[in-house]
């Protein structure tokens, strides 16, 4: 069961974070990086849009960007070396996004260290990304209520990748849990969202 906090609004729950998570030490090199997970369908995306804002622009990484077709989770190692690792000296990042509907990978982008850098996408707060994180973020929305909304997102035309989906993001968080070590719960309500402490 998800307990229901005291509401907040966003403006005052977006700002407030932004000025939290620009208070941390730095996590992977000179970058505090955000990791924000959650179900398939649970608004990790719009949030991470809002809170860069928040954040004067910093740059987002999507997970839908390193995963592909063959590989839905089984992405680590490339993000590792194309992502984490450059960071982690202070280099620039060049990573090769993944398009979904040509099914290959297209040209590199460049990712610079900045002073915080939001990843967004099932799987960001995984055990090997981790230790790189200075705080990870976990959208509190039940995963069915998630899925619902992601499918009724993506419409009939995803329904086929939705049913393999499911089942491959049930095996994921079976291994590998992220909530479990989430810092802060993100919930969206009616006005905005509610942010408070997480298990960890």
Do not use: N
């Not at 970058?31 to 959650?38: K, P, T």
């Not at 090769?96 to 996408?121: C, K, Q, S, T």
């Not at 960001?124 to 981790?130: E, I, K, P």
């Amino acid at each position: 069961m998800y307990a229901r906090p005291a509401p907040a609004t966003l403006g005052s729950t977006i700002h407030d974070l932004s000025r939290r998570l620009r208070r941390l030490s730095p996590s992977c090199g000179p970058v505090r990086l955000i990791g924000i997970d959650g179900h398939a369908g649970s608004g990790k995306s719009t949030f991470a849009g809002q809170l860069a804002d928040a954040l004067s622009g910093a740059p987002v990484l999507r997970l839908d960007d390193i995963a592909s077709h063959e590989q839905l989770f089984d992405w680590t190692e490339r993000l590792l070396t194309q992502v984490i690792e450059p960071l982690d000296r202070g280099e620039t990042a060049r990573y090769a996004p993944y398009d979904w509907r040509a099914r290959r990978f297209g040209p590199f982008r460049l990712l610079p260290p900045a002073p915080v850098i939001l990843i967004e996408g099932v799987g960001a707060g995984r055990q090997a990304l981790r230790p790189h994180l200075a705080h990870l973020l976990w959208m509190e929305v039940p995963r069915e209520e998630a899925w619902t909304r992601g499918r009724t997102r993506d419409g009939e035309e995803q329904r086929e990748f939705w049913a393999g989906w499911v089942e491959a993001e049930r095996r994921h968080f079976a291994d590998d849990p992220s909530r479990p070590f989430a810092d802060l719960l993100v919930q969206q309500c009616e006005k905005g969202y509610e942010v408070h402490s997480g298990p960890a």
